[in-house]
């Protein structure tokens, strides 16, 4: 797996100097200029809605700490503050992703999006981002992560490609095994989060297996 970081304007447009006077219809013009443009946003075409995973637990906690320690990569840290990202682009051969993970001692966020843009590479890569040094978060804060630490840790997602299939929520993975599915939607790439942001404390050791199936 490769580790690297994920980071990415504007298009202005200049005024014209608008004659003395309007010749016929110009005012009309303008008014169906602004018009197409709104048609246009309006006829952007719309993803498909993702269907739901399948998800499971089990208390085979131990068990599959045994199993994957020996693996390489299997077994991280996700420093406090961090967000690990998993991308997993879908492949001809296969008809959906597989998920299993547990942690030592404390929960974990976990979330899937998927990316709408075209495959280009078929390799599995793992980023890592921080959270941004001025975020303040509560160490037992419950409930779900904050949409600020979904992508990158940024507040608003700038990709307009990606599509939510299950949100950042804190897991009892230290107690149980979270596992799942879920079937191919399409051509794309899965982003597969473990958030350990609102930490500001804790690392916490991820033990995980992220696998195809026909």
Same mark, same amino acid.
């Given at each position: ?5 994920? &980071? ?11 004659? !003395? =006077? ?9 008014? !169906? ?33 045994? *199993? ?8 991280? #840290? ?8 998993? &991308? ?14 547990? #942690? ?17 590479? %078929? $390799? /599995? +890569? ?9 975020? =303040?978060?509560?160490? =037992? ?5 904050? !949409?600020?630490?979904?992508? *990158?840790? $940024?507040?608003?997602? #700038?990709?307009? !490609?990606?599509?939510? /299939?299950?949100?950042? @929520? %804190?897991?009892?993975? &230290?107690? $149980?095994?979270?596992?799942? $599915? ?10 597969? *989060? ?9 690392? *916490? +050791?991820?033990?995980? %297996?992220?696998? @195809?199936?026909?």
């Amino acid at each position: 797996m490769d580790e690297n970081q994920e &980071h990415s304007g504007k298009l202005s447009q200049g005024n014209e100097e608008a004659p !003395n =006077e309007l010749a016929p219809g110009e005012g009309h013009e303008e008014n !169906n200029s602004s018009g197409s443009c709104q048609l246009s946003a309006e006829m952007k075409p719309q993803m498909p809605p993702l269907k739901p995973p399948t998800t499971w637990t089990s208390a085979a906690v131990k068990e599959l700490k045994t *199993k994957l320690q020996p693996e390489k990569d299997s077994m991280v #840290t996700v420093y406090r503050g961090d967000i690990m990202t998993v &991308h997993v682009p879908t492949v001809p051969e296969a008809k959906k992703v597989c998920w299993e993970f547990a #942690t030592d001692g404390y929960d974990i966020g976990f979330g899937i999006y998927f990316d709408w843009t075209p495959v280009t590479s %078929r $390799s /599995i +890569t793992v980023h890592i981002s921080e959270s941004s040094d001025d975020e =303040e978060e509560e160490e =037992e804060l419950e409930g779900p992560v904050p !949409n600020g630490d979904v992508e *990158k840790g $940024s507040k608003t997602h #700038t990709n307009s !490609n990606l599509a939510e /299939i299950l949100p950042v @929520y %804190r897991q009892d993975s &230290h107690l $149980s095994v979270q596992g799942g $599915s879920h079937e191919f939607p399409g051509e794309g790439t899965y982003l597969i *989060k473990f958030d350990n942001s609102y930490s500001l404390w804790r690392n *916490k +050791t991820l033990y995980y %297996r992220i696998y @195809y199936s026909a």
